[in-house]
């Protein structure tokens, strides 16, 4: 079945450091691919997406690249700040009639002045 | 209004208890959905309603009832729920449940966040 592997934190980083936050999904079929971001206290969301091979998300900075070759969807950031301490979600959605989101186990970001 | 509201924030019962949590949307979408989420965990889908219409049913024990008595309004009903239950119970909603066009994308709400004692 659909299932996404991400990689375990916590992570903990210093201000301006680059971040990678590793995903690699399994699925049938050509899923869509999501980064959602859970600040403590909130709910989930949407940071990116990606809906086909080679097509990269972005947003405040963030990126990620389906990659079909790879199974993979690394999430990125150049220089990270306080403010983006949270948990992030690598998740996909399967195309194969339901949209349903089945999420990593999400990895948490620390970012220490 | 691109936002879901979901009510209480936070609610705390006895396992005796009978109490409501409810999510409301006015994006026009007609997917909505309830997962559960641990401590330290991601979310877990409950439910799906497509059209006001239960689509998905995870295999939720029935003292979680679910109910969409409108597009815009998601309640999930609990009713001698166990110290277990305890979780931040998120509602969801996407235009379609059906991803054939690509990513409908969920929009969350902040979560209820549960306590049974």
């Known amino acids: 079945g659909d299932s996404v592997t991400q990689m375990e934190g916590p992570v903990t980083l210093s201000e301006e450091a680059f971040l990678t936050i590793n995903c690699t999904y399994t699925?049938?079929?050509?899923?869509?691919l999501f980064w959602y971001v859970q600040y403590p206290g909130e709910g989930l969301q949407l940071l990116l997406k990606?809906?086909?091979?080679?097509d990269k998300g972005s947003n405040k900075g963030f990126e990620a690249t389906y990659r079909k070759e790879t199974t993979s969807f690394h999430l990125e950031k150049g220089s990270v700040q306080v403010s983006d301490s949270a948990v992030y979600f690598c998740?996909?959605?399967?195309?194969?009639?339901?949209?349903?989101?089945?999420f990593g186990t999400g990895t948490r970001l620390t970012v220490i002045p | 209004d691109t936002e879901v509201t979901q009510t209480p924030k936070h609610l705390v019962m006895g396992m005796t208890n009978k109490k409501s949590l409810k999510c409301e949307q006015h994006?026009?979408?007609?997917?909505m959905y309830w997962y559960k989420q641990k401590a330290k965990k991601p979310p877990e889908l409950m439910f799906v309603?497509?059209?006001?219409?239960?689509?998905i049913n995870e295999s939720v024990p029935s003292r979680f009832s679910p109910e969409c008595p409108n597009s815009s309004l998601l309640n999930l009903h609990l009713h001698a729920l166990q110290p277990e239950d305890s979780a931040l119970y998120l509602c969801?909603?996407?235009?379609?449940?059906?991803?054939?066009?690509?990513?409908?994308?969920?929009?969350f709400g902040a979560g209820s966040r549960l306590t049974v004692l």
């Open positions: 969801a909603s996407s235009q379609e449940w059906t991803a054939q066009s690509g990513a409908n994308v969920l929009t």
């Open positions: 699925a049938t079929g050509y899923p869509s």
């Open positions: 990606a809906t086909k091979a080679d």
């Open positions: 998740a996909l959605s399967g195309k194969t009639g339901a949209n349903n989101l089945f």
């Open positions: 994006m026009g979408h007609r997917a």
């Open positions: 309603y497509s059209y006001e219409k239960l689509s």
